[in-house]
């Protein structure tokens, strides 16, 4: 390696200031190997309390108390393992936890299938006694939703038979993560800096170049390693979304995306919406990229062209800390609890930082019951970006320490749909402080420019997404195989109506559908874009209102899983059943675009 060559350090090479500390959860691998068999060993009772739930609440209670305890070590476990596997994905002794404790996990629920139908059993006047009784009080929510279920509640026996294929669900999507994250080489891209390494986390730095032959150079050699990989990549894919229509079948739902909503009761009319209004609002979207294109001076846009900086002579680097004091002011119209506790827990060891070798790419929060909200972050200085992905990632980790502190463990964990709110939430208020203490044109012209790629990222990015989801799904459902070409053309099809007719697609950008992790986590992505409309209008709410609104906020973040996730946005002032809130997020980016037009002084 010459000196002007960088490199990716080892996880061995992280100082450790730069890690989570997740003694929380266990203080190391020997620990974690103690709970593992306390786990074991406690399951061993589960077989005690089958036929006893329904001679009385005492006996309810009794096993209710039992499950929450077994629950919360479960979580401790997978959570540990989870983040150790995601510290370097090609580490034997962190897979080999997951492995056992996935293994451990089928089992116990398999042993405990017999718990939905025997709850389901209890008469409906003895279940409503049950419910009123001081001992079930922390247990209604659930029982209240798992009597819900009774329409897809199978027999004893089958529900042992589902739960016991439960441990091979998640191999498709692990079989891509290692694929991409461990196995594929992208190799070193040449720069006026030295050879750099090219990956997964460092991709979007690449993509934000002003250098247009090394973003094009970069795009290549990224999408090339995808081609290769075509077939299998198509392979699972198909296999997971095989996987969601079988289990949906043999619930007895209508179809995989009606299984995927049921959880959070929310209507297929509430992402049919989504899909529906984005297409009203696409005007905005194409708009921006011949706006783009001009911008650039390019003759044609390409698909490498789309995040390059509009501002080019702005740059900009921001340390770790500096990013937690940015950060920090612009979230002070939330108060000091909220600030002082985000902040010490970014300087503290919530966060693990910086990329490393094997490490999983891109970023998450994972707020447990028993630990700090932990924080992935592969974060790079040199990209604005990453202050807003921290930003971002600390609204989910706050949105959790307020609910772990409102609501027992049975229904503290709130949905993907209000997460994706509060996550947002904070970049919107990031966006405004930045903006309004940008000292310069170019400055302010970078920030809008970043707000618009972020919204257009979060709504109408994320809605393609969703959209290419359900028709994968019904294609799949209606008997059409999902061969690389048929992936490959239906995801085309949604590039040319999104990108609309400024954009010039390259042979290999439909390969773009094959490399999303979040599509192993099948209709999850129209979450983002529900939630960055729900947060806009918040944000203005909370901002423009006084103690009242902001009360109301906290409400919703404390609110964790007591109530569906369309009635505490309501509680919270906004109505995601109506189109509405999508309508003023559309109308909110075609602002912005206005905008960026008068700051390039590019009005049509």
């Known amino acids: 390696m010459t000196s002007n060559e960088k490199r990716i350090p080892v996880r061995s090479e992280v100082p450790p200031a730069d890690t989570w500390d997740l003694s929380k959860l266990f203080t190391g691998d020997e620990a974690w190997d103690k709970g593992l068999a306390a786990y074991e060993k406690m399951a061993e009772q589960i077989p005690a309390y089958q036929g006893t739930l329904g001679k009385s609440a005492e006996s309810l209670a009794d096993y209710l108390e039992f499950t929450r305890d077994l629950s919360i070590l479960e979580e401790r476990l997978s959570y540990y393992a989870d983040l150790r596997q995601t510290e370097d994905e090609g580490a034997g002794e962190a897979r080999t936890m997951t492995g056992k404790i996935t ?6 629920h398999a042993a405990l299938a017999w718990e939905g139908p025997e709850i389901l059993a209890i008469p ?16 209604r929510v659930y029982l209240r939703r798992t009597l819900r279920y009774r329409p897809y509640i199978l027999s004893g026996k089958e529900e042992r038979i589902i739960a016991l294929h439960a441990e091979g669900d998640g191999t498709v999507s692990d079989a891509f993560s290692v694929l991409t994250n461990v196995d594929f080489d992208f190799g070193l891209i040449d720069t006026p800096e030295g050879k750099l390494p090219l990956s997964q986390s460092t991709w979007s730095v690449f993509m934000e170049r002003p250098d247009r032959d090394l973003r094009r150079r970069a795009y290549d050699a990224f999408y090339g ?3 290769s990989h075509a077939t299998t990549l198509a392979a699972l894919y198909s296999g ?10 043999i619930r007895g739902y209508s179809s995989a995306r009606a299984a995927a909503l049921f959880p959070d009761n929310v209507d297929e009319a509430v992402y049919d919406n989504l899909i529906n209004t984005v297409h009203g609002s696409l005007d905005s979207l194409h708009r921006y990229y011949r706006l783009r294109k001009k911008a650039l001076g390019l003759a044609e846009l390409r698909h490498y062209d789309v995040y390059a900086p509009l501002a080019p002579s702005v740059t900009r680097k921001t340390a770790w800390n500096e990013a937690v004091d940015q950060i920090s002011e612009a979230l002070a119209p939330l108060g000091g609890e909220y600030v002082s506790t985000l902040r010490n827990g970014l300087l503290g060891r919530w966060a693990d930082r910086y990329e490393n070798k094997g490490k999983r790419s891109g970023a998450f929060s ?7 909200p932990y924080i992935l972050m592969n974060y790079k200085e040199d990209s604005v970006r990453d202050v807003f992905t921290l930003a971002h990632e600390g609204g989910h980790s706050m949105h959790s320490w307020y609910s772990v502190r409102s609501n027992p463990y049975m229904h503290y964990n709130y949905t993907i749909f209000e997460a994706e709110v509060a996550s947002t939430f904070n970049e919107e208020l990031l966006f405004r402080y930045l903006e309004k ?4 044109k170019e400055m302010k012209l970078y920030l809008v420019n970043k707000r618009t790629d972020d919204i257009l990222a979060t709504l109408y990015r994320q809605t393609m997404f969703a959209e290419f989801e359900k028709i994968t799904h019904e294609l799949e459902e209606g008997g059409a195989p999902l061969t690389a070409e048929v992936l490959r053309s239906e995801y085309r099809k949604l590039l040319e109506k999104y990108f609309g007719p400024e954009m010039v697609l390259e042979e290999t950008s ?11 986590r099948a209709f999850y992505v129209y979450k983002y874009a529900t939630g960055v409309s729900a947060s806009l209008a918040l944000a203005e709410r909370v901002l423009s209102g006084g103690a009242a609104e902001r009360e109301d906020y906290f409400n919703f973040l404390k609110s964790g899983g007591s109530r569906f996730p369309i009635e505490s946005l309501k509680a919270a002032g906004v109505d995601m059943s ?3 809130p999508v309508q003023a997020a559309c109308q909110a980016f075609s602002r912005l675009v206005d905008r960026l037009e008068r700051l390039l002084g590019t009005d049509d």
């Open 103 to 108: 293994m451990a996990a089928a089992k116990v």
């Open 124 to 139: 409906e006047k003895d279940m409503e006694a049950f419910l009123a009784h001081p001992r079930i009080a922390d247990y």
């Open 225 to 227: 390693c995808f081609k």
């Open 240 to 249: 997971s979304v095989k996987q969601d229509v079988i289990r949906a079948r």
């Open 366 to 372: 994972a707020g447990s019951y028993t630990a700090d």
């Open 437 to 440: 203490n940008a000292d310069t």
């Open 510 to 520: 439909d390969l773009e559908g094959l490399r999303i992790p979040h599509f192993y």
């Open 578 to 580: 109506a189109p509405q």
